[in-house]
């Protein structure tokens, strides 16, 4: 069977420009960056106070509130677009660039002025200023790498994806080692940041021969515009839902707090940006691309889609909950006290990658006014949640209601995903009872063997043992998984 699994790996994933071996690079570079980014954050989360470390990460929190209204939701409208209509794509950029670039004046205005009565310190303010710099360079940094993820290349976003990573790490580590204040630190995001601007720029316009000069063309304005509204506010949604957490620690807690938290919420950040996020970028123009296509072909990638993040997940989980003592007194041994949020968080993982495919189906298939609704009503909750939690139980609260709102969210989709296609609910029922049984068997493994195997040892037979089991259950099958990329390169490679 391996004979067979690396013939057919080099068949569908090396010599076509795929769907997997687009998620291939992409997933590779994710995972090489969160591991490097994973070094870096503990490196500075044991060189840091807890009250600095929680400066640092406020001041990215604050900005990246505001992102939104830079983009407004104009990124994933011009991805749809591009990807349906590719002659178009070069004109829907310059468009795109025109509107995006009075927006970049108003939100730094509004950062500015809003840190300033905030009533914040000095140097937190300096942090901010700093930051939202950061926060215009990777806006427009993500609007050009759009333009090659509609072209189903993401090759070199994923290159771009490390070397912006080596480049924050080396100057992090190098000024945190010579001066030790976190400002230093924001100025290597910001040298990474003015990197991948120029990267992505210079690929636009030497690579695919675009113009990036801005254009206002008062019919494809009107088009976007008239689409815009929906994806605007789930943006602004899905902004303050990520970072109300850190902003209203800092207000209704404090610094430290917002430091302690960062630790959790590191971790599943980092999971979540790796495998789920990683397949939604490949996977979002072939939702778009079935929606006029093939609505079986749509509702059968969705559903494998579903699966394989089921299957990646829950182990995934299973292991965290199990190790999360291990790890913290490993890895962060001065911040023991976060352990009973580390467990309530992690609980919060399969939900965060199936979320994934539901919102991003709902986008593709111009069901943009429901992803807006469900991600108005978790961030809405989001906030109450935090507002009432925090003050009696701080870090502790934000992880119940992390917990809490990912778990609504993937329900609030599924009410709406189910109108769009047929479901399998016997098919995906039978996957989530072989994975639990499959992750059982893993933690029990682990449970026996922890007083006598070194922690990376432990990860590592556990994840095989977990994936002899789920295949000798059949809960997977080499034959299905290249089947599935067949199918996906077919809407990666076929013209409109």
């Not at 490196?43 to 470390?53: D, G, M």
């Not at 809490?404 to 599924?414: G, M, P």
Request: glycine letters at 4%; aromatic letters at 16%; one cysteine or more.
């Amino acid at each position: 069977m391996l004979v067979l699994l690396i013939k057919n790996y080099y068949n569908y994933f090396m010599t076509k420009p795929n769907l997997a071996k687009n998620t291939i690079y992409f997933t590779a570079a994710l995972i090489f960056q969160k591991i490097l980014a994973f070094i870096y954050f503990w490196f500075i989360s044991n060189n840091l106070f807890a009250q600095e470390l929680g400066q640092y990460v406020f001041a990215l929190s604050f900005t990246t509130m505001f992102s939104i209204f830079l983009d407004l939701g104009i990124s994933p409208i011009l991805t749809r677009e591009a990807a349906r209509e590719e002659n178009q794509a070069n004109k829907y950029l310059k468009n795109v660039i025109a509107i995006k670039l009075p927006l970049t004046i108003l939100t730094l205005i509004a950062v500015w002025l809003t840190i300033n009565i905030s009533g914040k310190p000095e140097p937190v303010k300096l942090l901010i200023y700093l930051a939202s710099l950061i926060m215009v360079l990777d806006s427009f940094s993500f609007t050009f790498w759009v333009i090659f993820r509609a072209k189903h290349n993401l090759k070199y976003e994923s290159l771009s994806t490390i070397l912006v990573q080596i480049i924050i790490f080396t100057l992090g580590l190098t000024a945190l080692k010579l001066s030790g204040q976190t400002k230093y630190l924001i100025l290597a995001l910001l040298a990474a940041s003015i990197f991948n601007f120029l990267f992505s720029g210079a690929l636009l316009k030497f690579r695919l021969h675009y113009s990036l000069w801005p254009e206002y063309d008062k019919k494809v304005a009107m088009h976007f515009l008239k689409i815009l509204p929906a994806f605007a506010l789930s943006g602004f949604f899905v902004k303050i839902y990520n970072t109300n957490d850190s902003v209203l620690l800092s207000y209704l807690s404090s610094d430290q707090a917002v430091g302690y938290f960062s630790v959790p919420a590191k971790v599943v950040y980092a999971l979540q940006q790796v495998i789920p996020a990683a397949f939604a970028a490949a996977i979002y123009p072939t939702f778009s691309y079935y929606y006029t296509k093939s609505r079986q072909q749509l509702e059968q990638t969705f559903e494998r889609a579903w699966a394989y993040l089921l299957i990646i997940s829950i182990p995934l989980t299973a292991g965290i909950l199990v190790l999360i003592p291990e790890v913290v007194r490993i890895f962060w041994p001065k911040y023991a006290i976060v352990v009973p949020t580390f467990y309530v968080m992690s609980l919060a993982i399969p939900f965060i990658f199936l979320a994934f495919p539901t919102g991003y189906l709902l986008n593709a298939c111009d069901r943009q006014k429901n992803t807006t609704i469900n991600r108005g009503i978790i961030t809405f909750l989001a906030v109450v949640l935090n507002i009432s939690l925090i003050p009696s139980l701080s870090f502790y609260g934000a992880g119940i209601t992390f917990l809490i709102t990912n778990f609504v969210l993937v329900f609030l989709d599924l009410y709406w995903v189910r109108k769009i296609i047929k479901i399998d609910y016997l098919y995906l029922i039978k996957i989530t009872g072989k994975t639990l049984v499959g992750a059982l068997i893993m933690i029990l493994f682990i449970l026996t063997t922890q007083d006598y195997l070194p922690l990376l040892i432990q990860v590592a037979l556990g994840g095989l043992i977990y994936f002899g089991c789920l295949w000798l259950m059949k809960g997977f099958s080499v034959k299905e998984i290249l089947s599935l990329f067949k199918k996906n390169n077919q809407a990666a490679i076929s013209p409109e």
